[in-house]
């Protein structure tokens, strides 16, 4: 049996109940956020192939004949999902939907990090440092990119989420060296100081025109407890990561690892290999992760391109749908919320996206409102006989053909 999830980073569908204790509470926090919603309203793109799956059915989102249309074939499972660990970022929502559900936030430094870090920083880069403060990664560059390359000093900055990011130009300081770099800090940020993930972000060009490279961003996690991913891999089976999806774990639980460059290369790489998967027969995991709806337009505030995005992999749907082998099975979800019409330019407390097809349904299946991101692994483990005792009830007996 192959099961394929595919996240949709960021395509949140609602605030959650609590997501007013969440962002800035002058601003009433994340109340009212509506990733999916606002995005479509203030971009408007029809989407009929996931309204086919029943996205139009989730509570609270906004149908329309040039967005959501009515469709009279609708086939597949539909849902969202809430989120138990007290965070709204990609570390947290990866680690839940494998089983991992937090009892307490990863930390995070509003005011930058502290002496102790950054002395040890320093001294394992040889050099200064630039910035340590929480920053938009695109205005970071803008702030400090010139004074980056007269010095080489590397620009450290931070988020709302629990992260260390190290930004450098490519002609001041080769890839490979801020990768050593970034594993040095992901050493030193353990224990009192640990945080999420440690971020590499090589970038390239001219002030005020520096480019991200993000087909080299690296990220480097903290190892999660054993996850479902683990029991997955110890049953026998393949574990495909692609994208950022095998950084979130820290490379844990994974038989493959496939890097990359942004959505479309992650869809293409997808499909073939579910392709190859059902040519040959593989019994196992495909676990994918598509960033640019977060990095490239959801921090950027940019409803237009996260709108564009959606369609991307809206049109792409009917080929996953015919990929999906027999017997197996297709999730698609998501980790959180990043509302490109918020305030500021942090990711949002929001329900996960849950839609599921396996080819022999011949109607919708409701799946309700999950109470944990858990279900997914759950399900992946009892689809695929592998043992999993921890957090989270399977769904799998409702996806039936």
């Known amino acids: 049996m192959l099961m394929t999830i595919v996240v949709l980073d960021s395509v949140g569908v609602g605030e959650l109940p609590d997501a007013a204790h ?38 609270g989102v906004e149908r329309s004949a040039e967005t959501i249309p009515e469709v009279e074939s609708a086939r597949g499972a539909f849902g969202r999902m ?7 970022d990609s570390s947290t929502g990866h680690w839940e939907f494998m089983g991992i559900q937090l009892e307490n ?5 509003p005011q930058g990090f502290p002496k102790e870090v950054m002395d040890r920083f320093d001294a394992a880069t040889g050099r200064g440092h630039l910035c340590n403060l929480p920053y938009s990664g695109t205005e970071v560059l803008k702030d ?14 931070t988020s709302a989420d629990s992260v260390f990011q190290v930004a450098a130009h490519v002609d001041v300081v080769p890839v490979e060296t801020l990768y050593a770099w970034c594993e040095a800090a992901r050493e030193i940020l353990q224990g009192k100081y640990a945080v999420a993930r440690v971020i590499a972000r090589p970038f ?28 997955i891999k110890d049953s026998g089976k393949a574990v495909i990561g692609i994208g950022k999806i095998p950084d979130l774990y820290a490379g844990q639980g994974f038989t493959e690892q496939h890097h990359t460059d942004d959505n479309t290369d992650g869809i293409r790489q997808t499909l073939e290999r579910m392709r190859r998967a059902g040519q040959e027969g593989t019994d196992g995991l495909i676990f994918t992760n598509l960033v640019d709806f977060d990095s490239k337009y959801g921090h950027r505030r940019d409803p237009q391109g996260y709108a564009a995005a959606l369609k991307e992999f809206d049109d792409a749907l009917p080929e996953f749908l015919a990929a999906v ?10 980790d959180h919320g990043n509302d490109p019409t918020w305030y500021g330019s942090d990711h949002t407390r929001e329900h996960g996206l849950l839609l599921a097809y396996r080819p022999g349904m011949q109607e919708l299946a409701d799946l309700g409102t999950r109470e944990t991101f858990a279900d997914v692994g759950a399900t992946a483990a009892e689809a695929l ?4 005792d921890g957090p989270g009830q399977s769904f799998w007996a409702q996806l039936r053909g």
């Open 204 to 231: 390239t060009g001219q002030a005020p025109n520096f480019e991200r490279l993000n087909d080299q961003r690296h990220d480097y996690s903290l190892v999660p407890p054993r996850t479902v991913l683990d029991a």
């Open 144 to 157: 400090y990119g010139e004074e980056h390359l007269r010095t080489g000093f590397p620009i450290v900055y």
């Open 82 to 88: 809430q989120e138990v660990s007290p965070g709204k």
């Open 105 to 109: 936030a990863f930390q995070v430094y």
């Open 385 to 388: 006989g592998a043992e999993w």
């Open 325 to 334: 082998p027999e017997g197996g099975a297709l999730l698609i979800i998501s």
């Open 22 to 59: 969440f962002g800035d509470p002058q601003q009433g926090g994340d109340a009212g956020a509506f990733t999916l919603n606002h995005t479509l309203k203030a971009a408007p793109t029809a989407l009929p192939n996931l309204a086919g799956l029943g996205l139009g059915s989730l509570p």
